[in-house]
């Protein structure tokens, strides 16, 4: 059965402090996937990675930063955390294809609050 | 730029059939999606039709795809409280320009209610 895991479901930060959130997959997918999820926003992509050591910024990636060192571990780092920064923070990964249909699979979350 | 527009809440009576609707701007996706959250966890995969289908039945599942009007919906027939999620339409988008790393954008997602 494939899996995505995400460190922690919730944690609660302060504001300022340096923020790591781990994603691990096992189903040896080329691509990963950072979004956060906020009610009536849906889900926005903040970066993505292709490949070991690559990376693309996706649509809000002001304020974080990612890390992909191993082909399974993707994480995201919020440099210094702030208030609209609390969110929840979903982990996807897929097969690299070529021709679509693309399946995406998603960890359960977690869910940050910075006070 | 792609965006994908569903409204935000929907509630049915038990045992009624629900229809969830989603229209979309990128008339070169190949396939169109339905994600399922449900409470507590992440999306998964629900059903996907390919843009030359009109329709695709999948026990109570119905996908029903408009191309000229750029519209999709979701039909689940005798609608259960287990149905209760968020449900995301979703196309293609291109993210890598080198190809193969093809992401998705989805919609805001739809809350679906169930009433006793």
């Known amino acids: 059965d494939v899996k995505v895991t995400q460190s922690s479901r919730y944690l609660v930060k302060r504001t300022g402090e340096k923020v790591f959130l781990e994603c691990v997959q096992d189903m040896d997918h080329e691509n990963m996937f950072w979004y956060r999820q906020d009610p009536g926003l849906g889900l926005r992509l903040i970066y993505f990675s292709y490949d070991v050591k690559m990376k693309e910024k996706g649509d809000i990636p002001e304020g974080y930063s990612v890390s992909r060192e191993k082909k399974e571990r993707f994480s995201l780092i919020l440099e210094s955390a702030s208030t609209n920064q609390t969110s929840m923070y979903l982990c996807?990964?897929?097969?690299?294809?070529?021709?679509?249909?693309?399946?995406?699979?998603f960890g359960p979350g977690t869910r940050l609050t910075v006070t | 730029g792609e965006d994908v527009e569903q409204s935000l809440f929907l509630s049915v009576r038990e045992g009624d059939s629900s229809v969830i609707n989603c229209t979309y701007t990128?008339?070169?996706?190949?396939?169109l999606y339905w994600y399922k959250q449900e409470p507590g966890a992440g999306l998964q995969l629900l059903t996907y039709i390919f843009s030359n289908m009109d329709m695709k039945q999948d026990q109570r599942l119905t996908v029903l795809l408009n191309k000229k009007d750029k519209h999709l919906s979701l039909r689940i027939a005798d609608t259960q409280t287990g149905d209760s999620a968020i449900y995301f339409c979703a196309e293609t988008q291109t993210l890598h320009s080198g190809g193969g790393a093809d992401g998705l954008t989805f919609g805001k997602g739809t809350h679906l209610i169930i009433q006793p």
């Open positions: 996807a990964s897929s097969l690299r294809v070529a021709v679509p249909p693309i399946q995406q699979y």
């Open positions: 990128d008339s070169s996706s190949t396939y």
